[in-house]
């Protein structure tokens, strides 16, 4: 960066601001005040905050609040925005204020400086790009159409890849029985792709609450300015957004019947921030059971094989560990401690204005960018890779003794319990026990199993 500089000022007064730079007095203050971390507000966010003020510059200039020319300069300024922004220009910390107001103003100032430069009309960042508009109406519905992107753009196919993964698996597995576990002990047998199913119908539930929370984020508080009694906007200024917002987006955006609630309560992206946490929960169980049911590549169970892709060790020789497992989990594990953020930060709605609105939009987009990535990797370097060892199935199938349980509408349960103490006790195989004890046949254990658990 150049140390030329540009002077500029805001209602405070006046302000240095390096030339090379379209932003304005607000921001720089900002930038000055706010030297918190290294976060920054995410992309998705600023190009929503662009998207509005381009809708807004349409709809203004429609309902006669703004000139054709300003409101032409300050859409095509946006639009050249959306297409080749330079991130440097929207510099900000996510530790701000915590309505947006900065952030919000950083946007305006950026539009006004250079569609002021484009048309060479005076454009103002409050009284032009601004008009009609409220930090805290717009900060949030930015937050909808952000985390609405997001989800539809990324999460959701990197769902819906993971379920596809995981029906060809349950394909792969078809026919064949294995031993089940409860309590992290053996139970009764059951089929592998039954068992698969169960991780495909547990992500099949997150996705439909996650789409019926995404519901939720196409209501916008865009309209209720200040304190959602809607001051300063004309009549039908708010409908009018939603539909161009609407078409922006491809998606159906309508208006909150109650304004102040959208700009005080952050229930629908808490909502939705939820179901992603749900979420988080379940990849935890399912890749946990892979990569158990992988663990060995001998002295565990073994019975799925995972596709070797770099060294696990830095000191034991062809060592290869469950690394997309350990990633998926890793990533849930953050986004449940996103969770709890979300949780009080969207507890702290005082009178009119939540005021953790940054942190609430960044929680989010964070969790739902890492979870779909997490969710691709996983399905790219490791689920479609799986290998079935049916031979270490059979034979923990053939050693387990809870097939026992087939034998009890017969035998009794006391007297199952007694052979499945003794074939244990002398290391025998139920069928060994069977024939030592003589309570049943061979050949109607065989009958008994066959009906039970098709082996």
Request: proline share 4%; hydrophobic share 45%.
């Amino acid at each position: 960066m150049s140390n030329v500089y540009r002077l500029v000022h805001d209602s405070m007064g006046e302000m240095e601001v390096p030339a090379e730079r379209a932003y304005g007095a607000q921001t720089q203050r900002s930038l000055n005040n706010f030297k918190i971390g290294s976060e920054k507000m995410p992309e998705l966010l600023i190009e929503a905050l662009i998207e509005i003020k381009r809708a807004a510059a349409r709809v203004n200039a429609e309902l006669g609040l703004l000139d054709a020319g300003r409101a032409m300069a300050i859409e095509a300024t946006a639009t050249s925005l959306l297409e080749s922004r330079d991130s440097a220009d929207f510099p900000l910390a996510l530790w701000q204020t915590g309505s947006g107001t900065q952030t919000n103003m950083n946007v305006n100032e950026v539009i006004a400086y250079l569609a002021s430069e484009r048309s060479g009309l005076a454009i103002h960042p409050n009284d032009h790009v601004n008009r009609s508009q409220s930090s805290n109406d717009v900060f949030p519905t930015a937050m909808h159409l952000a985390a609405d992107r997001r989800l539809d753009r990324d999460l959701i196919p990197a769902l819906r890849s993971m379920i596809s993964a995981l029906k060809k698996l349950e394909t792969k597995a078809a026919g064949i029985m294995k031993v089940g576990r409860t309590h992290l002990q053996d139970a009764v047998p059951l089929p592998l792709a039954l068992e698969v199913a169960g991780w495909r119908a547990t992500l099949e539930t997150a996705l439909e609450d996650i789409e019926y929370a995404q519901r939720g984020l196409c209501v916008l508080a865009i309209g209720g300015t200040a304190v959602g009694s809607g001051l300063n906007t004309a009549p039908g200024y708010a409908q009018k957004m939603a539909s161009e917002l609407s078409a922006a987006y491809g998606r159906d955006y309508t208006v909150a019947p109650i304004l102040t609630a959208e700009l005080a309560c952050k229930h629908r992206i808490a909502q939705a921030h939820s179901a992603l946490a749900n979420l988080a929960s379940d990849l935890i169980k399912v890749a946990n059971d892979i990569r158990f049911l992988a663990s060995g590549p001998r002295c565990g169970y073994g019975e799925l094989r995972l596709p070797e892709n770099e060294p696990g060790s830095s000191i034991m020789p062809a060592k290869v560990n469950p690394t997309q497992a350990e990633a998926l989990t890793m990533v849930a594990v953050r986004v449940l401690g996103n969770q709890s953020s979300v949780s009080i930060a969207a507890s702290q709605g005082n009178f009119e204005l939540n005021v953790y609105m940054p942190l609430l939009i960044y929680c989010f987009d964070q969790s739902a960018g890492l979870l779909a990535d997490a969710m691709n990797s996983f399905v790219e370097h490791c689920l479609l890779g799986i290998e079935i060892n049916r031979e270490q199935i059979a034979s923990d199938l053939e050693r387990s003794l809870m097939t026992v349980t087939a034998l009890t509408p017969e035998i009794g349960y006391e007297k199952a319990a007694e052979l499945a103490k003794f074939a244990h006790q002398e290391g025998l195989s139920l069928r060994e026990a069977i024939r030592a004890q003589g309570l049943i046949s061979e050949e109607r254990f065989d009958a008994l199993m066959a009906e039970a658990f098709d082996i």
